[in-house]
């Protein structure tokens, strides 16, 4: 394939392929990076909601404590009126809501056992679950930074590639650049080698006047360069 026409494409087309690889993986870094920080709000809404849980069952055992203290004031006021009442259906009457009050008492305390024993569990639960969230979420910050890093990097390699790319443009004559711009705005790679009759893009066999054109003599600086009669592709024979 020595075909200088070919020689300078395929360095054209090198170039341009590198600047194309750099530009999608600069362009991917914010999509990696919003996956990364979704995951960091994933881990601190787990976290809140174990707070949150816990606040529920502390907020619950104050409410709680609050009606066992009134019931137990209650029970109070009754006995003190029991002890002052003279008539025997006003003791029974009182005697009836001190066992019902007593009663009332009695159940609230075993919701608050409940809910006290829950808290314990709950505070246990936040306390595993926050240090491995915790855990979780330090790592995926360290994974934003290595990305915010690369999205740098790669963006001063992009630079370069397009300047590598400028200068590899311009030994390529016009009409050849043109055919080169049009086929790689839609199949990259543009050239390709022909092998065993078939086109090394599409893989399809080419007709055998595209053959002997490739096969013959080359042609003149700036010369239509010989395409794949299936995709268009600019073609040479390798060999």
Not at 61 to 67: A, G, P, V
């Amino acid at each position: 394939m020595s075909n200088p026409a070919v020689e300078t494409l395929l360095i054209l087309q090198d170039r341009d392929v590198k600047r194309l690889g750099l530009e999608a993986q600069l362009k991917a870094v914010p999509g990696d990076v919003a996956r990364v920080e979704a995951k960091i709000a994933a881990e601190k809404a787990a976290i809140e909601a174990a707070r949150t849980e816990l606040r529920e069952l502390e907020t619950k055992k104050k409410l709680l404590e609050t009606e066992i203290g009134s019931a137990e004031a209650t029970l109070g006021r009754y006995k003190t009126q029991q002890s002052l009442v003279k008539k025997n259906d006003e003791y029974q009457a009182l005697g009836h809501q001190i066992e019902t009050t007593q009663k009332a008492i009695s159940e609230l305390e075993g919701q608050e056992l409940e809910v006290m024993y829950a808290i314990d569990e709950a505070k246990k639960k936040f306390a595993a679950a926050e240090a491995v969230l915790k855990e979780n979420i330090s790592g995926h910050e360290a994974r934003i930074r290595t990305l915010r890093e690369r999205e740098v990097n790669l963006a001063v390699e992009l630079k370069d590639a397009q300047a590598a790319l400028a200068v590899a443009r311009e030994p390529v004559a016009e009409l050849q650049r043109r055919l080169y711009d049009r086929i790689a705005a839609r199949n990259m790679p543009a050239v390709v080698a022909v092998h065993g009759g078939k086109c090394g893009g599409c893989h399809l066999k080419i007709s055998s006047e595209v053959e002997s054109a490739i096969r013959g003599r080359h042609p003149e600086p700036g010369a239509v360069l010989p395409t794949c009669d299936q995709c268009g592709r600019i073609v040479y024979w390798e060999g």
